[in-house]
């Protein structure tokens, strides 16, 4: 009988001794991936932070200028780099966007129509900063006009007026 508990124990022994180097060795394991990024989330768009104030006073139909305020809320600095429009076209509507200011500084001048995404000067507004941005049309536009305010990092705002 103390012959079967020996074996047994000894057998219990070479399991958990086996068991363990399995584990330990698992534990031990590791991987490794140079040049590779996982993006799980983002917090604290750019976006998130600017602040779009549209004078009620200065939304109506039929208007070939749109004067808007932009400020910053945030602690760091954010970066508007690419503006899109929209405004409801008819078949005979050759409305343009040709011009875009913001802080007295050309952000576009050209011609684009409905919807285009418009690549613009870079504009950087500081922490607590704000500037005044002008939207010119060739001819006047009438609503709902719609601006995407596309930030560096890829973010977007979008008003409605």
């Not at 070479?14 to 991987?31: H, P, Q, R």
Request: proline share 3%; aromatic share 10%; with cysteine.
């Amino acid at each position: 009988m103390k012959y079967f508990i020996k074996i047994f124990l000894f057998g219990v022994l070479v399991i958990s001794l086996t068991s363990f180097g399995g584990t330990f060795s698992y534990v031990n394991d590791s991987d490794c991936s140079l040049g590779n990024s996982i993006t799980v989330g983002v917090w604290g768009d750019q976006a998130d932070y600017l602040e779009v104030n549209v004078p009620q006073s200065r939304v109506t139909d039929d208007q070939d200028m749109i004067d808007i305020s932009l400020g910053n809320i945030g602690d760091e600095e954010i970066v508007i780099d690419r503006v899109q429009i929209g405004w409801n076209i008819t078949e005979s509507d050759s409305s343009n966007v040709i011009d875009i200011m913001v802080g007295g500084e050309p952000f576009f001048s050209g011609s684009v129509s409905h919807g285009e995404i418009i690549d613009g000067v870079d504009v950087a507004i500081g922490p607590e900063n704000s500037f005044q941005a002008l939207f010119l049309f060739v001819t006047p536009v009438s609503g709902p006009i719609d601006i995407y305010f596309i930030m560096a990092d890829g973010s977007r705002k979008c008003i409605l007026m």
